[in-house]
Each structure stands twice: as structure tokens, then as C-alpha cells.
């Protein structure tokens, strides 16, 4: 169980387009789902914590007109990523949670901006 | 400031050899996880430790949670190549919270 899958695994977009990342619940309903962006050999950093039906807390410093993020259900959010910058190539990675219940974590999404 | 601090760093040893990854905080949390993470994929949930003093054994791996729940241990015995990956702490301070999480410590187990 506690499985959090996330589409696409990997993406290469031109400069000036927007990129939606999908993040589901397969097997549970999450009431939060969290967004992480983390470059090579570095920790998880925390972009956006998303309920369901809410707007998005995003943490200081990242933009979000930038970074959309919708949570249209108990078991779907996304991230789109809107006029992509190189400096936006990045690892993005979402998790998953049942209220107090620990996190679980997608594979991640690779981007890449040319 | 980084509200959980994570060490070593890095950490490079021989098959066979043990390890301790430390993470520590002066804040004290609800609860702590320890996550092991291989290159292009996502976190993968080791354990979870709610309870001070609480220890907690999954094979060659043994977590111990602080008394005062602000730190936390990750001891290998006997480490494997397959155990090499980044080793990442996260603490949430309520139980509804979001998580912060360590520096992480990337492990390189030689064979």
C-alpha cells in the first residue's frame, strides 16, 4: 500500500513553455500533498503543500504564478511549471499524506529546459 | 538556519564496516522518518519513530529517537553496496505539519 505514482517520469520542453507534472494517490486518499524540488546531491526542498479543495501554501521564495499547483482531488494534484527557464530544470517530487500519517514519496519527475 | 541538522555529509567506507548518521535538532518533534533515496528516484520510507528513547530495528539498520524527541540515529551494521544511496532525516513538529527535512548523508559502500 502507500503507493504515490507521478507522470511524466522525465521531460525535456523548450524555453518559454509551461510543463504540468502529475501526482497521484494509487491506493489511498490523500488530504495533503506536498511538492519538493531537489538539485543533484542535495536535500528536498519544500516548494508548496497542497489540501485538497484549497489553494496552495507555498513556502518562501518560490514563486506561485510560477509554479501552479492544483489539487482537484483526494488523489490527484499537479504542478505546471509555466514559461520554463533553464534554471527551472530540476528533479520535482511529490508526496503524499493521510492527515497526521507519515509522507510517501513519488518517483519524481526529471525536467529539463533547453 | 537549518532546523535539522544531519552528519556526516558524505560518508565513503569498506563492505563490512559500520556507520552512524546523526540527525539533530534543538526543536523537538512529533515524529521522525528516515528515508533512503538512489539516484533519479524518489524517497523511500525506512522507518517512522514517534516515541522518545524508541529504537527501532529493520534488518542490518537500527533507529534510535532521542529521549527529548529532538534527535536521531541511524546505525548500519555489517554495510553492503546495496546499501549506498542518499539517507535522509525528516521531522514534522505537529502531527499535521509539514516536514523539514536534513541535509541528507550520502553513503558509498565499497565492495
Known amino acids: 500500500g502507500a503507493v504515490v505514482s507521478q507522470h511524466p517520469s522525465w521531460v525535456i520542453c523548450k524555453s518559454g513553455t509551461s510543463v504540468k507534472i502529475e501526482c497521484r494517490s494509487l491506493?489511498?486518499?490523500?488530504?495533503?500533498m506536498f511538492w519538493y524540488r531537489q538539485f543533484p546531491k542535495q536535500s528536498l526542498m519544500l516548494m508548496a503543500t497542497?489540501?485538497?479543495?484549497?489553494?496552495?501554501?507555498?513556502e518562501q521564495g518560490v514563486e506561485k504564478d510560477k509554479f501552479l499547483i492544483n489539487h482537484a482531488s483526494l488523489t490527484l494534484s499537479t504542478l505546471t511549471v509555466t514559461s520554463a527557464h533553464p534554471e527551472d530544470s530540476s528533479f520535482y517530487i511529490c508526496?503524499?499524506?493521510?492527515?497526521?500519517?507519515?509522507?510517501?514519496f513519488g518517483p519524481g519527475t526529471r525536467l529539463l529546459v533547453l | 538556519t537549518q532546523l535539522l541538522e544531519q552528519s556526516p555529509q558524505f560518508l565513503s567506507i569498506q563492505e563490512g564496516e559500520n556507520l552512524t548518521v546523526y540527525c539533530n535538532s534543538s526543536?523537538?518533534?512529533?515524529?521522525l522518518q528516515w528515508y533512503r533515496q538512489e539516484p533519479g528516484e524518489g524517497p523511500v520510507l525506512l522507518v517512522t519513530?514517534?516515541?522518545?528513547?524508541e529504537v527501532k530495528k529493520l534488518k542490518r539498520l537500527t533507529f534510535q529517537f532521542g529521549d527529548a524527541r529532538k534527535d536521531s540515529s541511524l546505525h548500519i551494521t555489517a554495510a553492503q553496496p546495496g546499501d549506498t544511496g542518499l539517507y535522509l532525516c525528516?521531522?514534522?513538529?505537529?502531527?499535521?505539519?509539514?516536514?523539514?527535512f536534513g541535509d541528507g548523508t550520502t553513503l558509498t559502500v565499497k565492495p
Open positions: 508526496s503524499a499524506k493521510v492527515y497526521s500519517e507519515t509522507q510517501y
Open positions: 497542497s489540501n485538497e479543495g484549497s489553494k496552495a501554501t507555498y
Open positions: 519513530v514517534v516515541t522518545g528513547g
Open positions: 525528516a521531522g514534522a513538529i505537529t502531527n499535521a505539519g509539514k516536514s523539514t
Open positions: 491506493d489511498f486518499q490523500a488530504t495533503t
Open positions: 526543536s523537538v518533534f512529533s515524529s
